[in-house]
């Protein structure tokens, strides 16, 4: 079984097809199920394509704090101004069978498959942010399935550990920012506890713009990260088109 994992899709559709693109070709080796970690829409302009495309692929769907606010789940207290701003615009132009769409997506952590599980933020609590061993050291400890894929940082990577051995894996990448695909393998042997985050698909914020994912392949007890350019400047000109903040549409080239 190989699932392509995705998350914080965030209403880029263009980058959300080049990482289907990548994802089906020879290279990216093909998947039999996407599991989605939540904040499919907020940033982006284009929100009910992204649900379009991503609604009859997803076999897993777990909901992010975006969704919940862009769907009026909740309120947008505590988002900062330019999250809200854009939640109010997504609220305003969602249509009305993709806000219930939104509205029904479950909580995590969900049980995916035999080894793995899928949340937004912690398996312990969906907005908790996990972006230290000092986050992931308890989580790790107490989830009930050896791997847990978790997004809400936008920073590609994860922890591990084994017995005594504690580790935080980060991919390297050599064409960093560079107009190519590149693919980084990690191992993830049973006995072995894993939190795994596929980075972000639609607002890298680890200095890396090109749009992140993962492909995890349970039978070969492998992840291999992604990254794949796209058409950064057309998600732009979307943003810009739409009046959003501009720093929303700025940022995407930066990867912050
Ligand atoms: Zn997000």
Do not use: K
């Amino acid at each position: 079984m190989r699932a392509l994992v995705v998350s914080d899709i965030h209403g880029n559709l263009h980058a959300l097809e080049a990482v289907l693109a990548v994802a089906r070709s020879p290279a990216g080796g093909g998947f039999d199920q996407l599991w989605n970690l939540g904040d499919i829409v907020g940033y982006g302009a284009r929100p009910n394509e992204v649900i379009d495309v991503l609604r009859p692929l997803a076999t897993i769907n777990v909901r992010g704090n975006h969704d919940r606010v862009c769907s009026g789940l909740s309120s947008s207290q505590g988002f900062n101004p330019i999250a809200a701003e854009a939640a109010a615009w997504t609220r305003l132009h969602l249509r009305p069978n993709n806000r219930e769409w939104l509205r029904a997506i479950p909580m995590g952590p969900i049980r995916a498959s035999a080894r793995a599980m899928c949340a937004h933020g912690s398996p312990l609590h969906e907005d908790q942010y996990i972006a230290s061993m000092r986050d992931a050291w308890t989580p790790l400890q107490r989830m009930e399935t050896e791997i847990t894929f978790f997004g809400h940082t936008h920073v590609q990577g994860g922890f591990s550990q084994r017995e005594h051995e504690w580790a935080e894996d980060h991919p390297v990448y050599a064409g960093r920012n560079s107009d190519r695909t590149e693919h980084f393998m990690l191992d993830v042997p049973a006995g072995s506890r894993h939190l795994i985050n596929p980075g972000a698909v639609g607002q890298p914020r680890d200095g890396d713009w090109r749009a992140a994912f993962a492909i995890y392949d349970e039978a070969l007890e492998q992840v291999t990260f992604l990254r794949t350019p796209y058409d950064v400047a057309a998600a732009q000109v979307a943003i810009r088109a739409a009046h959003l903040p501009e720093r929303l549409a700025a940022r995407l080239s930066l990867g912050r």
